[in-house]
């Protein structure tokens, strides 16, 4: 039974957009198991339209305060909610008639932030390692129901249910909340997130590896140029060794991490930006023969570890269910030769996959480095979905899957759609991964069809 969440403090402010933004803090148990084991503070805004009506002493009032929610889960995992008045949906969202809540979701953001520094003052590696475990989405699912619990405290019964809107590990959270709190549920929306119901991750890294080759080849057909350049750029970062080059963060742009910017080809306008660094890197070298401070600021910013140190320690573990991860990335990587630094062919970029080796080449991993390690080679992880529950499922939900999404196997999403009663699907292959934010207003229109439209 998950106890409605302690409001610690909520503050509103009127924003340029005609938008009423509510700033609240949350107090909830880190274990909700072990509600001694200490409580984490979580961050959300909520935004609503801001709206002065002709008559304020309008007995509908109190009804207006009472629209629906809309819970936006954040993709990830460890990365923050961009405030409403900057995410591309906000406005189509509260034109349906909901007020809208962006979650940091525990860990990130203001929400109890988990870096380097704040996780050395839990404790030795093993305390660090075992406080890391409460980050995955069952805790955050739990956090979810606590929080609808205290913002709709005063609502009528039959308006305390909440709407989810998922995308990437979002709506990974999101199938989470319907095997385990469906109860809470009025609507799910799920956006590239329907996620692979597996064990462990070896056979996501299969699929993936063979999407990212594809990509590579989109790549050098649209850049040929590129082949050369790449080339250069990975056999100065080899010259010296993996420290050759240091960042401003005083981490290391090896090879490998150079390689990791593959992660950019499954969004849209992503080849174009791997081209543009790599051009202007390639550039720096013909001029100068090093790296100047902007090529390397923006290489650096290109893969924002440093400051989601989550998104690289738990990003395994997603997929474990009574397994350890074990560096599965690394390991299943062997397989595929076309990621070869040596090779003779096109160096290929590597995807959305998390390396051993980042742990000494990012310098705020480099400080975790000893827990990181404790959770990869972790293995009693519990359960994220509930085959028999989603089987039964009586919560519409509404997805969209993109065939050659990067991230998300596009077969495993729609065997996930099969398991879960009732899901239905929009399917595409004119758009990525992040078509939420990039094209928005086409893939919100085409998801909330399948709920407001009728096929015969």
Same mark, same amino acid.
Request: hydrophobic share 35%.
């Given at each position: %039974?998950?106890?409605?969440?302690?409001?610690?403090?909520?503050?509103?402010?009127? =924003? !340029?957009? @005609?938008?009423?933004?509510?700033?609240?803090?949350?107090?909830? !148990?880190?274990?909700?198991?072990?509600?001694?084991?200490?409580?984490?503070?979580?961050?959300?805004?909520?935004?609503?339209?801001?709206?002065?009506?002709?008559?304020?002493?309008?007995?509908?009032?109190?009804?207006?305060?009472?629209?629906?929610?809309?819970?936006?889960?954040?993709?990830?995992?460890?990365?923050?909610?961009?405030?409403?008045?900057?995410?591309?949906?906000?406005?189509?969202?509260?034109?349906?008639?909901?007020?809208?809540?962006?979650?940091?979701?525990?860990?990130? #953001?203001?929400?109890?932030?988990?870096?380097?520094?704040?996780?050395?003052?839990?404790?030795?590696?093993? =305390?660090?390692?075992?406080?890391?475990?409460?980050?995955?989405?069952?805790?955050?699912?739990?956090?979810?129901?606590?929080?609808?619990?205290?913002?709709?405290?005063?609502?009528?019964?039959?308006?305390?249910?909440?709407?989810?809107?998922?995308?990437?590990?979002?709506?990974?959270?999101?199938?989470?909340?319907?095997?385990?709190?469906?109860?809470?549920? @009025?609507?799910?929306?799920?956006?590239?997130?329907? !996620?692979? %119901?597996?064990?462990?991750?070896?056979?996501?890294?299969?699929?993936?590896?063979?999407? =990212?080759?594809?990509?590579?080849?989109?790549?050098?057909?649209?850049?040929?140029?590129? /082949?050369?350049?790449?080339?250069?750029?990975?056999? +100065?970062?080899?010259?010296?060794?993996?420290?050759?080059? $240091?960042?401003?963060?005083?981490?290391?742009?090896?090879?490998? $991490?150079?390689?990791? +910017?593959?992660?950019?080809? #499954?969004?849209?306008?992503? /080849?174009?930006?791997?081209?543009?660094?790599?051009? $202007?890197?390639?550039?720096?070298?013909?001029?100068?023969?090093?790296?100047?401070?902007?090529?390397?600021?923006?290489?650096?910013?290109?893969?924002? =570890?440093?400051?989601?140190?989550?998104?690289?320690?738990?990003?395994?573990?997603?997929?474990?269910?009574?397994?350890?991860?074990?560096?599965?990335?690394? $390991?299943?990587?062997?397989?595929?030769?076309?990621?070869?630094?040596?090779?003779?062919?096109?160096?290929?970029?590597?995807?959305?996959?998390?390396?051993?080796? %980042?742990?000494?080449?990012?310098?705020?991993?480099?400080?975790?480095?000893?827990?990181?390690?404790?959770?990869?080679?972790?293995?009693?992880?519990?359960?994220?979905?509930?085959?028999?529950?989603?089987?039964?499922?009586?919560?519409?939900?509404?997805?969209?899957?993109?065939?050659?999404?990067?991230?998300?196997?596009?077969?495993?999403? %729609?065997?996930?759609?099969?398991?879960?009663?009732?899901?239905?699907?929009?399917?595409?292959?004119?758009?990525?991964?992040?078509?939420?934010?990039?094209?928005?207003?086409?893939?919100?229109?085409?998801?909330?069809?399948?709920?407001?439209?009728?096929?015969?």
């Amino acid at each position: %039974m998950i106890t409605a969440a302690k409001i610690l403090e909520q503050r509103t402010h009127l =924003v !340029p957009g @005609k938008l009423k933004i509510t700033e609240h803090f949350f107090e909830v !148990p880190r274990d909700y198991t072990k509600p001694s084991a200490g409580n984490l503070t979580l961050f959300a805004r909520s935004a609503r339209k801001a709206e002065t009506p002709a008559d304020n002493s309008d007995p509908e009032d109190k009804k207006r305060s009472q629209l629906p929610w809309l819970v936006y889960l954040q993709g990830g995992p460890g990365f923050e909610c961009r405030s409403p008045q900057n995410n591309a949906c906000t406005n189509s969202l509260l034109d349906k008639g909901y007020q809208l809540l962006y979650l940091d979701q525990r860990g990130t #953001g203001l929400s109890t932030p988990v870096t380097a520094s704040t996780l050395g003052l839990r404790g030795n590696d093993a =305390v660090q390692a075992n406080y890391l475990k409460s980050f995955r989405a069952d805790s955050i699912v739990k956090d979810c129901e606590a929080i609808r619990k205290a913002l709709t405290a005063e609502y009528p019964a039959d308006k305390k249910k909440w709407s989810v809107m998922g995308q990437s590990f979002g709506g990974f959270c999101a199938t989470t909340y319907l095997s385990f709190y469906p109860e809470g549920l @009025k609507e799910v929306f799920v956006f590239g997130g329907l !996620p692979p %119901m597996v064990n462990g991750p070896d056979e996501v890294y299969e699929r993936t590896y063979k999407k =990212v080759i594809q990509r590579n080849e989109s790549y050098y057909r649209k850049y040929p140029e590129d /082949v050369e350049r790449v080339k250069k750029i990975v056999t +100065l970062l080899q010259k010296f060794g993996d420290s050759t080059v $240091r960042l401003l963060s005083e981490g290391s742009l090896s090879a490998r $991490r150079f390689q990791q +910017l593959g992660l950019q080809f #499954g969004f849209h306008g992503g /080849v174009d930006a791997v081209h543009e660094l790599v051009l $202007r890197a390639s550039s720096d070298l013909t001029q100068f023969g090093h790296f100047t401070r902007g090529t390397l600021s923006a290489l650096e910013q290109a893969l924002p =570890v440093d400051e989601n140190i989550l998104y690289a320690i738990l990003h395994e573990p997603l997929y474990c269910e009574g397994t350890a991860s074990n560096w599965s990335a690394e $390991r299943v990587l062997q397989k595929y030769p076309e990621f070869s630094l040596s090779k003779n062919g096109p160096i290929y970029f590597t995807g959305e996959m998390m390396f051993p080796f %980042m742990l000494d080449a990012y310098s705020e991993l480099r400080k975790v480095k000893a827990p990181a390690e404790l959770i990869a080679s972790c293995s009693d992880w519990p359960s994220l979905y509930s085959p028999d529950q989603l089987a039964q499922n009586t919560v519409p939900v509404y997805a969209a899957v993109f065939v050659d999404d990067m991230y998300v196997d596009f077969d495993f999403s %729609m065997e996930t759609a099969k398991k879960i009663k009732g899901c239905k699907t929009f399917i595409t292959n004119a758009m990525y991964h992040d078509a939420v934010r990039s094209r928005m207003d086409d893939v919100l229109k085409a998801v909330w069809a399948l709920r407001d439209d009728v096929i015969d």
